[in-house]
């Protein structure tokens, strides 16, 4: 859960740092000065109680502080109300806290155990038909391994360790899929590049193919 300690009450945000030591804080400032969003420790001295520092001087005035035991909570709650927010955070150098940048994750490119059972019907998740071993092979025995939107060619640029890699998408919208759909290998997916892979799923529902084409400066 993600909290916002920005009405000067330093003391409740010195409390939650107390009860949460392992948390994260991002400190930040204000209004248009939100231009430095650094990450710390909770408990990091930089962000502590100082006694030189006048009351609402963490919470109020300049600052704002915003906290989570979970540190990918806080960057998703900065993308979503911070323009300033560059992606990432400024790591401070003291406490360095242990902090990864989110990765993009597909939705349809999440582990295998996004197979769950509802009642006693089975539900198989878009991703588990990406991830089919079998439907993959299909499809890229009838595709091959070059991205379909911009071309690009693991084996091709890399040799021998790219030989085979491709990702592969499911074109099928997952809740117009009935109970009986079983996946058409050539009709239904398609081989696509991590990076074009991504950019079809910038969107829910996704892009699809054409759209994706067209934005790309190719001549197809
Ligand atoms: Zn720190
Ligand atoms: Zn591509
Ligand atoms: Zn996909």
Redesign the pocket.
């Known amino acids: 859960m993600v909290e916002v300690f920005k009405e000067g009450n330093d003391q409740a945000y010195f409390e939650w740092m107390k009860k949460n030591p392992n948390g994260f804080v991002l400190n930040m400032g204000r209004g248009e000065g939100n231009s430095f969003f650094m990450i ?2 909770s408990g ?4 502590s109680p100082y006694f030189q520092y006048d009351d609402k001087a963490y919470t109020g005035k300049y600052l704002i502080k915003i906290v989570s035991n979970n540190v990918a909570e806080i960057e998703k709650h900065c993308a979503e109300n911070y323009k300033k927010f560059p992606g990432t955070f400024r790591v ?1 150098k ?2 360095r ?1 242990e902090y990864m940048p989110q990765e993009i994750t597909y939705p349809d490119e999440l582990e295998e155990d996004e197979t769950f059972i509802e009642g006693a019907k089975k539900t198989v998740t878009v991703n588990a038909y990406e991830r089919d071993p079998k439907a993959r092979a299909k499809c890229i025995a009838h595709y091959g391994c070059r991205c379909m939107c911009c071309g690009f060619d693991f084996e091709e640029k890399y040799g021998e360790i790219g030989k085979g890699f491709i990702h592969v998408h499911h074109l099928v919208e997952i809740h117009t899929i009935g109970q009986s759909y079983k996946v058409d290998p050539k009709k239904d997916l398609i081989p696509l590049c991590p990076n074009c892979h991504a950019m079809i799923h910038k969107k829910s529902p996704p892009y699809t193919l054409e759209e994706l084409k067209d934005k790309i400066n190719l001549v197809h």
Request: one cysteine or more.
């Open positions: 710390h420790r990091c001295s930089h962000i401070c003291s406490c806290p």
